[in-house]
């Protein structure tokens, strides 16, 4: 095994990438970043500035293996990257997550259930499809949509054509609403070597399609649950050949069975828990996997949530005054709907837990009010 500094390419610059050079430093790795978009904020390692694709072959010098922060990336280009240096997740894991359609039929060639839904390509079609699922119903574009972009919730099937023109893509998913106890999301991780573990699943609180709120290790959460999410994740790892950590999003129903929503092929928001709550973090791990290092232990700490701050900066002193509560800046400005920072919030219980984020959603400007499903149990 190499013992000596891995020179890690990234593609994309933004938070992601800025937590995984901070977590991957302390291993004695370097950083390089290909930024495709012209807009890095990243603010760690070396950013290659590339959004016409004039400096691959710098990037490319510098690198010994690749990986990616940001799925929304030139197929192409990861393809090309691959002729020359190993990339871990593949192109093929980007191929499946950009698009929706081919998502949903992996998921269903594995048997993973997911809630019903239709692809339409009119108003017309989207009307119909609205009528057969029964309304709310939920349209999202194909490829492109993330944090709650490129979707449309149909009250009514007459709202069909207004939801295809506000949307504006000629192929749409159309999928009906579900009747669920909470939405919940599983990261794990798989090895160069085949070997994958997983972290405990955490319940997440969206707000306009962006997330609000994670919370692991959940205090009601049935041993056979978590043992179903695994086995879905396992089989998309084991599908994809994949290297690194993959992030499942799933709703639970009242009977305990668990709906694939969407997957996302990287370090992941609801993953950022783990910095502070579990042995080793989502970053490192990925780093580990990527490097073909022995994976790290997933096991939770303490109970954790990680609190989003969106668009406008909290009180930081107020909210570093509070035990055992860590805060992790992005070095963004402010913007409406930007992620700015999180902050992971560890206690001994779940009831204090609570007690805590409600102190720390008080200093965050319109930080929504928390809403867990598992409140009832404490």
């Known amino acids: 095994m190499n013992s000596g500094t891995t020179n890690i390419g990234v593609l994309g610059a933004g938070q992601l990438g800025r937590m995984l050079a901070l977590a991957g430093y ?47 990336l030139p197929v192409t280009l990861v393809q090309e990257i691959e002729k020359h240096k190993p990339v871990y997740p593949s192109s093929r894991a980007i191929e499946v997550c950009q698009n929706r359609v081919e998502e949903k039929a992996l998921f269903d060639r594995l048997n993973i259930p997911t809630p019903a839904y239709r692809v339409v390509e ?48 000629t192929q749409l998913i159309v999928e009906a609403f579900v009747d669920f106890v909470r939405e919940v999301s ?52 084991d599908e994809l050949d994949y290297v690194g950590v993959l992030a499942l999003e799933l709703f639970q129903t009242r009977d305990g069975s668990l709906l694939a929503n969407e997957m996302a092929p990287r370090v992941h928001n609801s993953g950022h828990w783990t910095m502070d709550g579990a042995v080793t973090s989502q970053f490192e791990n990925h780093l580990r996997a990527v490097q073909g ?18 668009g406008q900066e909290g009180d930081n002193v107020a ?47 319109d930080a929504p009010a928390v809403e867990w499903s598992f409140e009832r149990s404490l």
């Open 293 to 310: 290092l022995p994976l790290g232990s997933t096991a939770a700490i303490a109970p954790t949530c990680m609190v989003n701050v969106i």
């Open 26 to 72: 302390p291993l004695g790795n370097r950083f390089t970043f290909l930024d495709t978009t012209g807009n890095p904020s990243a603010g760690i390692g070396e950013v290659i500035v590339d959004p016409d694709n004039q400096h691959l072959a710098e990037f490319l010098a510098k690198v010994d293996v690749v990986t990616y922060e940001f799925e929304h």
């Open 122 to 169: 009119s108003a017309e079609q989207l009307e119909t499809a609205a009528r057969e699922l029964g309304c709310p119903v939920v349209a999202k574009s194909v490829t492109e949509g993330y944090d709650g972009k490129g979707q449309a919730v149909l009250k009514a099937p007459e709202e069909a054509a207004d939801a295809w023109k506000s949307i504006g893509h």
């Open 186 to 237: 599983m990261i794990a991780v798989r090895g160069r070597d085949g070997e994958v573990v997983f972290y405990p699943m955490a319940e997440n609180q969206h707000v306009g399609g962006i997330l609000r709120y994670s919370v692991a290790p959940l205090p009601d959460l049935d041993a056979q649950v978590q043992q179903t999410a695994d086995t879905y994740i396992r089989a998309l790892l």
């Open 319 to 365: 909210m570093l005054k509070l035990a055992n509560t860590h805060l992790h800046r992005y070095d963004k400005a402010e913007r409406a709907g930007r992620k700015l920072a999180h902050v992971n919030v560890v206690a001994a219980t779940h009831a204090e837990l609570l007690e805590k984020v409600r102190a720390c959603q008080a200093l965050i400007p």
